[in-house]
């Protein structure tokens, strides 16, 4: 089954398009060891509301890839949940290609990329890596953050084309043409979505981060588009993980 199938099958069965982003506030030495607990308690509680894991930096830095990581990955996976490393792949093909490498050994069934650094030594051989192992590779297309715009959001002239177009229109048109698994476009900028939806016509999944804590909202990110809401703080920080991660879920799941 493919990265993709695997989402849509656990999203179908535990009808939730949330995808848990499994981050926590930045921790002193004497307390990171509390971090893996809190990571794995977080996932046991909260995995029959969501339908996939996103894990970050603030994981990966303080407990090791090959230690914490890995065990995390295997409890998602036991959980029947599909996991995705956000490390937004951006370095020249070979650096690229070795970071691919120890995600996916390690057990990511996708990873994020960056199209800013292009295809021909750039993220094909990402893609490669990902085919030879039947994982997936998602796309930034538009950030949630607020100065996304002066990235993702500049006016280019399309190499194709030869035509004026904003970047993130580019993008989503090189994640049709690279064959992505997923889009990401902020669900703070939901009529960015909608473009990007247009362009995509279906044929690729919009990840939308940016509800909660960031200002996103649920409703308009879905119906501009968004396949699934990836959420982080608003659930991991909550007084009750389980409950708001449900409340997030049924919110998302009365949107027609
Ligand atoms: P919060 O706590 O804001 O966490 O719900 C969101 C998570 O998603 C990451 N993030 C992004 N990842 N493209 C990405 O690939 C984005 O535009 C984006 N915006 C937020 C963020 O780092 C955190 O892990």
């Known amino acids: 089954m493919s990265f993709r199938e695997r989402v849509a099958e656990a999203a179908e069965e535990r009808e939730s398009n949330i995808v848990l982003a499994l ?8 307390n990171r060891q509390t971090l893996y607990k809190r990571a794995e308690n977080i996932i046991d509680i909260v995995n029959p509301y969501v339908c996939a894991v996103k894990f970050n930096h603030h994981l990966i830095l303080p407990l090791g890839i090959f230690n914490g990581v890995q065990k995390l990955l295997e409890k998602a996976h036991e959980k029947e949940l599909p996991t995705i490393m956000d490390c937004k792949v ?9 970071i691919a490498e120890y995600y996916y050994e390690a057990g990511f069934d996708a990873l994020i990329a960056n199209p800013f650094v292009g295809w ?6 990402v893609f490669e890596a990902a085919k030879n192992r039947n994982k997936g590779v998602i796309l930034l297309a538009y950030m949630s953050h607020k100065g996304a715009g002066e990235g993702y959001g500049q006016i280019v002239v399309d190499a194709k084309s030869g035509h ?44 939308s981060p940016g509800v ?18 990836i959420v982080g703080r608003a659930i991991t920080l909550s007084e009750n993980p389980a409950e708001t991660a449900k409340r997030i879920r049924d919110i998302a799941l009365s949107v027609k």
């Open 212 to 229: 909660g804590v960031q200002g996103g909202e649920i409703e308009s990110a879905l119906k501009a588009g968004a396949s699934y809401l």
């Open 90 to 98: 951006n370095d020249i093909g070979s650096t690229n290609h070795v």
């Open 23 to 30: 981050d926590f506030p930045y921790e002193k030495p004497e």
């Open 164 to 207: 004026r177009t904003p970047q993130y229109i580019v993008f989503a048109r090189k994640a049709l043409e690279w064959g992505a698994d997923g889009v990401v476009v902020g669900a703070t900028y939901p009529e960015k979505i909608k473009e990007v939806y247009n362009v995509l016509a279906g044929k690729i999944p919009i990840y």
């Open 120 to 125: 021909e030594e750039g993220l094909k051989p």
